[in-house]
């Protein structure tokens, strides 16, 4: 289901106050998430074809993407992360450039082959069956398509937990990390390459062509 937000002038004001005091927040704890975004694209280079986003949280990624000029399909369960996107697109003037969909990553409303790059960053640590996701990504991504990854590392972990603690809330992490992604990438036939900042590790994934696993 598209997710088309209402939003008051207010609400975009009183949440980007928020957003920028919490983004302070960690990146005096060590952990920078423009940084990361900048160095996200520096190693994926340009990216060509469509684009699409699994996990919007607060919308981080998509505020990125669109400020560098790409049109992205993002996606989440949650409506209330998706209207935290929505408010911090809508206060950079960006909304336009993002299509928000409620929709759960087991079942994507997509059409095989339907994008040229998928992105799951900082997402990974909530998902609880990670090849339900990842055949569904498979499936909507061409042969030959771009796969971005990316979570927290043992250091970023450790901010985001400091950081949910002092709000009262246990934040959730469920599952090994990079090895288990990586294992599941190189089963299915897809061509790697790992890096790391301080705070994250990214793994890009280019999928075989459809030929190559038949």
Not at 121 to 150: K, M, P, Y
Not at 167 to 176: I, M, T
Not at 182 to 204: A, P, Q
Request: proline fraction near 1%.
């Amino acid at each position: 289901m598209k997710y088309i937000p209402k939003l008051t002038e207010k609400e975009i004001a009183d949440n980007y106050k928020l957003f920028k005091d919490r983004q302070k927040f960690y990146k005096e704890k060590g952990l920078d998430f423009q940084k990361n975004r900048e160095f996200l694209l520096e190693r994926t280079g340009h990216l060509d074809g469509s684009i699409l986003e699994i996990g919007s949280g607060k919308g981080k990624t998509a505020t990125f993407l669109a400020r560098a000029g790409y049109n992205i399909v993002s996606v989440d369960t949650n409506e209330e992360m998706l209207k935290a996107t929505a408010l911090n697109l809508a206060y950079e003037k960006l909304l336009s450039r993002v299509e928000l969909h409620v929709m759960d990553a087991y079942s994507l409303e997509f059409k095989e082959n339907s994008f040229n790059n998928a992105l799951i960053i900082e997402a990974l640590h909530h998902i609880e069956d990670l090849n339900g996701v990842f055949v569904e990504t498979d499936r909507v991504l061409v042969g030959g398509g771009s796969l971005i990854l990316a979570d927290f590392n043992e250091n970023g972990m450790r901010i985001v937990d400091q950081a949910h603690a002092q709000e009262g809330n246990v934040h959730e992490n469920l599952f090994a990390g990079e090895k288990e992604v990586r294992s599941w990438m190189s089963s299915h036939g897809y061509e790697t390459k790992s890096y790391e900042d301080k705070c994250h590790w990214v793994l890009m994934a280019k999928k075989p062509a459809e030929d190559s696993r038949h």
